[in-house]
């Protein structure tokens, strides 16, 4: 035994995402405990997160928080935390697509939610935004595998597919579809449209920005004018969306569009908020595939009419990302269904500094 505190910890990729996956019982039950250990886990407040298991990127500074079902409706809930890597701060206004493709695995494995022979379908109540997605995951003989023929730009190999279905993804933080009322909008002379579907996101043409749409995700971070133009545009879209604090939030998401290059129904680069994306997030992608479908948007604009049920495909850096649309009655939004995979890396204990939790912590129940 050691002064530091252990803590029980499987880290798994989620789409193009990665970072630890918890249990529920095993943190915390008060948030700021719970978000002082993070930190601490992940080694937030460094450009590397060099004294924690964070990567160093906003994709690899996550964090999953699962347990027992707090909804009826839902086989098991799934907090998302978006621990920031230059600031010690813990987001958890959004919710996570890409880290939501490995909770269901990580469920059935932790026995939280009984296998089928083949697939289980289970569905999970995103504690962040309020939401049921379902998962279908691939279970031959009862066992969770991994491995599969599926493929996802931006992660290399093949994997297992999981399948992910937003049921009603339409006012995930704001309760509409169109938190201002407007389809599009002007923002110091900028037309932008605001539009919240998995995730809140401000829609703006690259080309009102001086950009292509196709620069690389590092050109946008280099170029200090672009991106304080850009921030201060999302900082209006967010007090405009409800979101007072937008400076202290990573919602609302920035999204830059651009008409397809590579034969898909439209190019995007998706903002986290202070770095692009280098492929794109599943709730990203769900909010700009709705916005194609929602008259009147940016996005509706510049692809034309869209009639359900539809792909869309979004080219990303990575490559593409498509959402099947189909019709939802009685919902704000159609259905969104996207496929990703999921891997599990490693499992044991990771450790946080003692002064997180100076007198321990007490256990959820």
Same mark, same amino acid.
């Given at each position: ?7 029980p910890c ?5 789409g193009? &995402?990665r ?6 019982s095993d943190l $915390?039950?008060?948030?700021?405990? %719970? ?5 601490s886990?992940m080694g937030? +407040?460094h450009?590397?997160?060099?004294d =924690?298991?964070g990567?160093g990127? /906003?994709?690899t &500074?996550?964090?999953?928080?699962i347990g /027992?079902?707090s909804?009826?409706?839902a ?6 935390a ?10 958890t &206004?959004?919710n996570c +697509?890409?880290m939501?493709a490995?909770v ?5 494995e932790?026995?939280l939610?009984?296998a089928s ?5 289970l569905? #999970?109540h995103?504690?962040n935004t309020r939401k ?5 995951v691939?279970?031959?003989g009862?066992h969770?595998?991994y ?5 996802i730009?931006?992660v ?5 597919p ?6 009603d ?5 704001t +309760?509409r ?5 407007a ?5 110091? =002379?900028i037309?932008?449209?605001c539009l ?7 829609m703006?043409r690259?080309?009102?920005l001086?950009?292509?749409g196709?620069?690389s995700p590092?050109s946008y ?6 991106m304080n133009r850009?921030?201060?545009l ?11 604090n937008a400076a202290d939030?990573? #919602?609302?998401?920035?999204v ?5 290059m590579?034969g898909?129904?439209?190019a995007v680069?998706?903002?986290m ?6 492929a794109?997030a599943?709730? =990203? ?7 194609c479908?929602t /008259? ?5 604009a ?6 359900l049920?539809i792909d869309?495909?979004?080219e990303?850096? &990575?490559?593409?990302?498509?959402v099947?649309?189909?019709?939802s ?9 996207v496929?990703?995979?999921a %891997?599990?890396l490693f499992?044991g204990s990771?450790?946080? %500094?003692p002064e997180?939790a $100076?007198? %321990?912590y007490?256990?959820?129940?």
């Open positions: 035994m050691n002064d530091q505190i252990r803590i499987v880290m798994m990729r989620g193009t &995402s970072g630890p996956f918890f249990l529920a $915390p039950a008060d948030p700021a405990a %719970r978000d002082a250990l993070l930190l886990v937030a +407040g450009d590397l997160e060099i =924690g298991i990567g990127n /906003p994709l &500074s996550k964090v999953a928080i /027992p079902p909804v009826a409706g086989d098991v809930d799934y907090l998302f978006q621990v920031k890597v230059r600031e010690r701060v813990v987001d &206004s959004p +697509g890409n939501l490995a269901g695995p990580f469920a059935i932790a026995g939610v009984a022979d083949g697939v289980t379908v569905r #999970i995103n504690v049921l997605i379902e998962a279908r691939q279970t031959p009862g969770v595998t491995e599969g023929d599926a493929t730009d931006g290399p190999g093949t994997a297992a999981i399948h992910l279905s937003f049921l993804a339409a006012g995930a933080n +309760g579809l169109l938190p201002t009322g389809a599009v909008e002007e923002i110091d =002379g037309a932008v449209s919240d579907a998995a995730i809140p996101v401000m703006v690259a080309a009102d001086g950009k292509t196709a620069e590092d971070r280099l170029d200090r004018v672009f850009l921030e201060a999302r900082l209006e879209a967010g007090r405009r969306m409800g979101f007072a939030l990573v #919602i609302p998401k920035p830059l569009l651009a008409p397809a590579r898909g129904t439209l680069r998706y903002f908020p202070h770095d692009c994306h280098k794109l599943i709730t =990203g992608a769900v909010a700009v595939a709705t916005a479908a /008259p009147g948007t940016l996005a509706a510049m692809v034309g009419a869209q009639a049920p869309v495909a979004l990303h850096p &990575s490559g593409r990302l498509t099947r649309l189909e019709p009655a009685h919902r704000q939004a159609p259905l969104a269904a496929q990703r995979t %891997r599990r499992e990771v450790f946080a %500094r997180a $100076p007198h %321990r007490a256990l959820a129940s």
